[in-house]
């Protein structure tokens, strides 16, 4: 196992007479001194119950593997409150939920269900969040909290609105961080208190929500997580080191972080068949790629004024025309050369003219008898169906790769009552069935490798990374914005769970999606530094590959070369350090972007990149260095660099604009 520099020890209690502690190491308490916090609210029978209100019973410790497991038991006459709390290992990392369980003869009425609330101790903070739309995600906000803020969304998919993630700084730089691992909606609420300090509480949202528990029923509200860091890059390492090892499903294919080829923003449907897919494919593996993906555009009627997505859930159709040979032979080509196959699928989804809505009424999901545009996985015959058509798409077409795309909007999700959910928990349980439909295709296809997408990232949090392998970033990938996406996804997640193309010729109009491989003007140091970006975490790209320019293509093939020999172990393992603050699409925010990659036995990996507009030099300083060493820093193509010493400091003063430097940075 990679062992890394220690974190500061949490300090956490949680006793049955209501005295609680958080603070890491010996910084400061995050715990209001005097007014004692609730932990938890449960509205129950239009009651609020807290940790307050409630009698505690036994607070039990126990242990799941390196994991400390606390349980604090509440009671009353008609139901019990199980409130968990998660301590991992060496970190400052805990996570909270409750479990509901009813005691009594009669239904209880649940309508608020808040896995985290506490008492902020008075003082000035910062708060750090980020608002996300399509091709906008992780846009930073960073403000004093003042007043009531809340964070949240109301859109049904987790990162549409809000990222279900924040940071609060104190006036010392020291950092909490809370994240929901939850796909649905959420909430997080800052209230002002009289002397100054702030009541925090959140997870599950409450809005257009309730759930009815039949007597001996229980409902699992979703995790919150809560980190401690005397910094944003220590906060953000703890999320990655605890994902890595506990949270993220691994298999071979997915720890190998094989490059990826995908067909769709150079081809989109109109494009695509079997002689363009194959003709990729066999460039592909010239390249040194590792897996090629056919999107969407397979999919739909054969008549070419069908518009495809309106045959969603259909999905023994194949567009005939585009694919006369059918999937198999894609797929079995792609083999022949050596790589892995990747299928789109967006199983949630439904179109409106699909079958599927009269052969099975009972899948749709609907608000007041209208359709919401996909089906209801908190119908169990939906989880059946889904599960074996997915099975029956894998096993003809001999799946490695599986992208699952969402690209609809559930708001308050599902009101239908005949799906054995109520009338305002539909979201809720269609989350709980779709996790337990993908962990059963996981468990019967432990080699395929499941990608999450949702309008690109418009569902990307800690509870889809429980059951999925990775995530999909955005669906724009033009440079600037893929660094400040980077910036943002990796306060939360590991770079090795985050797959992002380099910047991608798009068939169709985008106002920045602008990139011509064949125009006479790029140069290499250009081609490089979009290059380059997609290397940070999960390499992808998206191109026409034949029509490449050979010199593009020995380009590619270089740096495909140099991330799978060099980098991607970094990006697997290592410790991720922001050496510079976010940059923004917008062209504001830093213009120069650095990132520091750290192994244990002091070895580095650096990126750095001049966006446009940036000033001419810029002097960047490394973390953990150790000031008695002498540091050897090299390219990985006989690029050498003056041997580094404390400070730590290297000054970049001769990249043009749009260009990096990647550098191995290791003791002499």
Same mark, same amino acid.
């Given at each position: ?14 006793? +049955?007479?209501?005295?609680?502690? &958080?603070?890491?190491? !010996? #910084?400061?308490? $995050?715990?209001? @001194?005097?007014?004692?916090?609730? %932990? ?63 005691? +009594?003869?009669?239904?209880?009425? &649940?309508?608020?269900? !808040? #896995?985290?609330? $506490?008492?902020? @101790?008075?003082?000035?903070?910062? %708060? ?541």
């Amino acid at each position: 196992m990679t062992q890394f520099a220690p974190i500061p020890a949490l300090v956490f209690q949680l006793n +049955s007479d209501q005295f609680r502690a &958080l603070r890491l190491g !010996d #910084s400061r308490f $995050w715990l209001h @001194p005097t007014t004692p916090s609730g %932990l938890f609210t449960a509205v129950i029978n239009d009651t609020p119950y807290t940790a307050l209100n409630l009698p505690c019973t036994e607070v039990e410790s126990s242990s799941e593997g390196e994991v400390k497991l606390l349980t604090a038991h509440f009671s009353a006459p008609a139901f019990q409150v199980a409130y968990h709390v998660h301590c991992y290992p060496n970190s400052s990392l805990v996570e909270f939920y409750q479990t509901i369980h009813n005691t +009594s003869p009669d239904v209880i009425h &649940l309508s608020r269900l !808040d #896995s985290l609330s $506490w008492h902020l @101790p008075p003082d000035t903070y910062d %708060l750090f969040y980020y608002t996300s739309d399509w091709g906008q995600e992780f846009e930073s906000i960073r403000a004093p909290l003042s007043g009531e803020i809340i964070l949240e969304t109301r859109c049904g998919r987790s990162s549409k609105g809000h990222h279900p993630w924040f940071a609060l700084f104190d006036p010392s730089g020291s950092v909490l961080s809370t994240a929901v691992a939850w796909s649905g909606n959420w909430v997080f609420r800052f209230n002002a208190l009289s002397d100054g300090g702030y009541h925090l509480s959140g997870g599950l949202h409450d809005w257009a929500f309730a759930q009815d528990l039949r007597p001996g029923q229980s409902m699992d509200t979703p995790p919150v997580i809560l980190v401690l860091g005397h910094d944003l890059n220590a906060v953000s390492q703890q999320y990655a080191r605890i994902g890595r090892r506990y949270w993220y499903p691994r298999n071979e294919l997915s720890t190998r972080l094989p490059v990826e080829w995908n067909h769709w923003f150079s081809y989109e449907d109109t494009d695509i068949n079997d002689a363009v897919f194959t003709a990729n494919v066999s460039v592909a593996a010239s390249l040194g790629v590792e897996a090629c993906a056919l999107d969407a555009g397979w999919f739909g009627p054969t008549d070419p004024q069908a518009a495809w997505h309106d045959y969603r859930g259909d999905w023994s159709l194949v567009n005939e025309i585009r694919f006369p040979r059918g999937i198999r032979p894609l797929s079995d080509d792609t083999h022949a050369h050596a790589m892995s196959f990747g299928f789109w699928c967006e199983i949630e989804g439904l179109g409106k003219h699909a079958a599927l809505i009269s052969d099975h009424p009972d899948f749709v999901a609907a608000h007041q008898d209208q359709s919401l545009g996909y089906i209801c996985f908190a119908n169990p015959r939906v989880q059946d169906w889904a599960y074996e058509t997915l099975c029956r798409l894998i096993s003809t077409y001999n799946c490695d790769w599986i992208k699952l795309d969402f690209n609809v909007d559930p708001g308050a999700g599902c009101t239908r009552t005949d799906h054995g959910h109520g009338a305002l928990d539909g979201l809720y349980e269609h989350y709980q069935g779709y996790y337990r439909t993908l962990d059963r295709l996981r468990q019967t296809y432990p080699h395929v490798v499941f990608e999450n997408c949702s309008s690109g990232g418009l569902r990307i949090d800690l509870g889809m990374l429980r059951h999925t392998h990775m995530t999909f970033l955005s669906d724009p990938d033009w440079p600037v914005h893929d660094l400040q996406i980077f910036w943002g996804a990796t306060t939360m997640l590991a770079p090795d769970v985050c797959l992002h193309w380099s910047y991608s010729e798009w068939r169709g109009a985008h106002p920045h999606q602008n990139f011509d491989p064949r125009d006479p003007h790029l140069q290499p140091h250009q081609l490089d530094y979009y290059t380059r970006i997609s290397m940070l975490g999960w390499f992808g790209l998206c191109q026409k590959l034949p029509l490449l320019p050979v010199w593009v293509k020995t380009r590619l093939a270089t740096h495909i070369h140099i991330y799978q020999t060099h980098v991607r172990r970094f990006v697997r393992e290592a410790d991720l350090y922001r050496l510079t603050d976010q940059p923004r699409r917008d062209g504001s925010g830093d213009r120069w972007c650095a990132f520091q990659y750290t192994l244990p036995g002091d070895e580095h990996l650096l990126f750095v990149f001049r966006l446009p507009g940036a000033e001419p030099t810029r002097r960047i300083h490394l973390f953990g260095l150790h000031p008695d060493r002498r540091y050897h820093v090299t390219g990985f193509e006989g690029e050498t660099y003056p041997a580094l010493t404390a400070p730590s400091d290297i000054t970049f003063a001769d990249l043009p604009e749009e260009s990096s430097a990647l550098l191995h940075v290791i003791p002499s």
